[in-house]
């Protein structure tokens, strides 16, 4: 056989003598292990997302990025071998005919679906989202949304899934102008054979995926949230399933044993992969690495041959979960997210309907919109026969005679029915609290006229204390704030948010109160935590003649060992605060961050050396995702529910342990105003205490608690 370049001439199969056209490219045999594949991947990505086993599940993604760069290059290889050129507009015809009927039905189902079960501020997220999922960049938006600290404890988008759809689209944008730039250089300058001409595509998929690999190293390493999402450091898994396309046509080999072997070996990688890649450390780079070569070993061991042996991948009940594959992926998130606002997420029940409601929506979806809308002649410039077109409108006509009433009715029987349980489960549906123009709550009035003081006064932290007289006070069925808004409660002055310094250059502070010249001057130090408590203390601030100033940021604690996140600013902070220019330091900060407790306590040290008295909070009690979604639920009861977080769920606080290790720190425990008998509930006298599952308060549950920390403050002073 003659031979370019070191290279032999591929072989390039057609099974059909057509006409090849830009809407109708080389025909190639659909290989049933890649349909296998598809079926493992989608099938992984389910269960992690599901139940959390296999913890590694989530390598799904890589599998069909492998898959994706394998497929698309070389329909773009037999394509220029076979006409000369790559069609750009062909191209993306199919692109947009494979992908977007399906998902643009998944996105306005997912929107319409959370305008009812999600209403308030994860609808609106939700809406954002889908707009970005639509333009196929929302693996940037996720990127900011998790460079953001206060998007990171908040319910998933029921469109998060959509990012791995951006990447692939991202890469098609690039890749077939690069394919073609490369290709067109080596015909018209070079004249190179075919051998040629893809050794120098896999040369360039060579030297830009291990760019990509490198660059991922460096991400993985230094910002694992960009490198989770990034297209241009997750380019290199779908350039490893370019280079078997390339290479692969010269991987000849008869022996089915060893084929058998390479495969087997391949797969059993990939499910090894989805028990053994942690999240945690190495990924994406270099963890994914394992199923990504797992996957290329499949992809290779089938090139000019069959899998006889490869029975799981190649069976027909697995080649069909790989036909509906994209449709299983496109309807699972949102499935099991949305469902939560009707359920428990951790009962035998949501995993039954969960995974039936996956099940039915994916194969309606994949027969009656995705596969019909590929296989027609929707964006297809090619003329059909008649006999063609008459096929088609007779098929048209049953559908719409027979098969589209059948659909009309399901559809309303299940919207009927849906209806029904959302009246039945919220009868009296959630009403956000209303708002007087000064900003005070207005009291719906009672049968008997209005509701008492008590209502008032009663409301929030006061119900959890026995001294409070609260003990049999009917507060109502209303929650303040309204549970859709409650992830957005927070307390502003002025229209802006509470203070959130900036963490590099000159250090500054913000500053609440009266003017601080004949006032009591105080610093607040500490993250997010902190910054929840000053909507207790702030409000008060001026009754009190106290001048705050506030040093809050990310991880800007008080202590000498420095955070990741605060870094440099920390000991400015503490050499601040330390000066002496200050009557009382408060500090709190998260328990859910590991502190060095002795660190902590010799920045207390530095501070009471100076001579100011130092105020310790210790932190609030932990909040379980599920308690936050209890809440938020259809149907939520608020006077009998069981939503909220065990105590012993929550982990130790650091902060709490530091202060005995400076003598003369006052350390204040509100613990008894979250929780009694070790349960922390989620609403307390009828007040959301959480916004999300950070255990970051409500600026309204915070207001209740202000008469307890404002006089834990008062008697650190005056003790």
């Known amino acids: ?209 291990a760019a990509s690999f490198g660059y991922a190293l460096f991400l993985t390493a230094t910002d694992v949230n960009l490198a989770y999402f990034s297209s241009v450091d997750r380019a290199w898994e779908l350039g490893v399933g370019a280079l078997v396309a390339v290479f692969g046509t010269y991987f000849r080999t008869k022996s089915v044993a060893l084929r058998t072997v390479l495969s087997w070996l391949g797969f059993l990688t990939i499910v090894a992969a989805c028990f053994v890649v942690d999240p945690a450390a190495g990924f994406p780079a270099p963890l994914a690495a394992l199923p990504v070569l797992a996957t290329a070993m499949v992809l290779l061991a089938g090139e000019h041959g069959t899998q006889p042996y490869l029975w799981p991948l190649t069976n027909p009940a697995t080649r069909y979960v790989g036909d509906i594959s994209y449709s299983l992926y496109l309807w699972h998130f949102p499935v099991l997210i949305l469902l939560l606002a009707v359920m428990p997420g951790d009962s035998v029940l949501y995993y039954a309907v969960a995974a039936g409601l996956i099940v039915a929506l994916s194969v309606l979806s994949y027969h009656l919109v995705e596969d019909p809308i590929r296989r027609s002649g929707w964006l297809s410039s090619k003329t059909l026969s008649s006999r063609e077109r008459r096929r088609r409108r007779k098929k048209r006509q049953k559908f719409l005679r027979s098969t589209l009433p059948k659909i009309a009715l399901a559809a309303v029987l299940v919207g009927a029915t849906t209806a029904v349980v959302v009246v039945a489960l919220n009868p009296g549906g959630q009403q956000q609290a209303q708002v007087a123009e000064d900003g005070s709550p207005v009291i719906p009035a009672g049968e008997d006229g209005p509701i008492v003081s008590d209502a008032v006064r009663c409301r ?12 049999g006070v009917d507060l109502g069925d209303q929650l303040d704030p309204a549970p859709a808004y409650a992830a957005t409660d927070k307390l502003q002055i002025r229209g802006k948010e509470l203070c959130w310094i900036n963490l590099t250059g000159s250090l500054t502070s913000c500053h609440y109160g009266n003017a601080p010249e004949d006032a009591t001057k105080i610093a607040i130090v500490g993250d997010s935590h902190a910054q929840s408590l000053m909507a207790a203390i702030i409000p008060e601030s ?155 308060i409500t600026a309204t549950y915070a207001g209740t608690l202000s008469p307890y920390v404002v006089g834990d403050i008062v008697t650190a002073l005056t003790g």
């Open 542 to 696: 001026g009754k009190n003649n106290w001048s705050l100033n506030a040093y809050t940021g990310d991880g800007c604690i008080l202590s000498t060992r420095a955070t990741s996140t605060c870094g440099d600013m920390q000991p400015k902070i503490l050499e601040k605060v330390a000066s002496g220019d200050y009557d009382v330091v408060i500090t709190t900060s998260s328990r859910a961050k590991t502190y060095d407790p002795e660190a902590a306590a010799e920045a207390y040290r530095q501070v009471l050396a100076s001579g100011t008295r130092l105020i310790v909070f210790a932190d609030v009690p932990g909040a379980s995702e599920e308690s936050i979604l209890c809440y938020q639920r259809v149907g939520f009861d608020v006077r009998n529910n069981d939503c909220g977080t065990p105590l012993s769920e929550s982990r130790p606080d650091a902060i709490s342990d530091a202060a005995p290790l400076a003598p003369g720190t006052q350390l204040f425990d509100l613990t008894s105003l979250f929780c009694a008998d070790d349960f922390c509930p989620a609403v307390v006298g009828n007040v959301p205490v959480y916004r999300d599952s950070g255990a970051h």
């Open 1 to 209: 056989m003659r031979r370019h370049y070191g290279f032999p001439e591929p072989v390039v199969r057609n099974s059909e003598n057509r006409e090849l056209t830009p809407e109708a490219p080389p025909r190639h045999p659909v290989r049933r292990d890649v349909q296998g594949l598809r079926a493992l991947a989608v099938v992984a990505v389910i269960l992690n997302h599901l139940t959390g086993w296999p913890v590694g599940g989530f390598i799904g993604v890589d599998v069909f990025f492998v898959l994706s760069g394998y497929l698309i290059t070389g329909l773009l290889l037999r394509e220029h071998e076979r006409s000369g050129t790559i069609s750009f507009s062909g191209f993306y015809k199919r692109r947009i005919k494979r992908i977007m009927p399906a998902a643009v039905l998944v996105l306005l189902a997912t929107v319409l679906a959370s305008w009812v079960l999600t209403p308030g501020v994860r609808f609106l997220q939700t809406l954002t989202d889908s707009f970005w999922s639509l333009l196929f960049v929302s693996n940037w938006n996720l990127a900011l949304q998790g460079a953001d600290y206060f998007q990171q404890d908040l319910i998933p988008s029921p469109v998060q899934h959509y990012w791995s759809l951006a990447v692939e689209e991202q890469f098609y944008l690039v890749w077939p102008w690069l394919m073609l730039g490369v290709l067109a250089l080596g015909v018209k300058l070079f004249s190179w054979s075919t051998g040629r001409r893809r050794l120098a595509v896999g040369l360039t998929i060579g030297v830009v995926s």
């Open 460 to 471: 929030g932290a006061a119900i959890m204390d026995p001294q409070s007289g609260c003990s």
